[in-house]
């Protein structure tokens, strides 16, 4: 049996494990705060989906958008991650990127 995990990975190569579960991206009270003046309060959320292993991202109609490999996505749409895409929350320079590592063991 193998289980994938999903990472975010920052421009600097840092790498956070993205939770199996619904994340809020943002200014305050998210789970992943950016403190950014492009990223609203509540910009974007991150949800994963159990029956398929990927990540989800939508934009809750942010001013400055949330982009996927540089490409504005649509408001309250849930867009599919793949590995190696690109997000960026607002305009500035932080760019995330997706990855993943593929554990393997014995029941």
């Not at 009270?29 to 292993?53: F, G």
């Not at 190696?84 to 590592?101: A, P, Q, T």
Request: hydrophobic content about 35%; overall charge neutral.
């Amino acid at each position: 049996m193998s289980l994938t995990s999903w990472f975010l990975v920052s421009s600097g190569g840092t790498r956070h494990r993205l939770p199996r579960e619904m994340i809020f991206v943002g200014r305050d009270d998210c789970e992943l705060m950016l403190q950014s003046r492009s990223v609203d309060k509540q910009h974007a959320v991150l949800n994963y989906d159990a029956s398929t292993d990927v990540h989800l991202v939508k934009d809750l109609g942010s001013l400055n958008g949330t982009f996927v490999n540089d490409v504005r996505i649509p408001e309250q749409t849930y867009i599919t991650l793949k590995l190696e895409d690109k997000l960026r929350f607002g305009y500035d320079i932080l760019v995330i990127k997706m990855d993943s590592i593929r554990t393997r063991f014995s029941c």
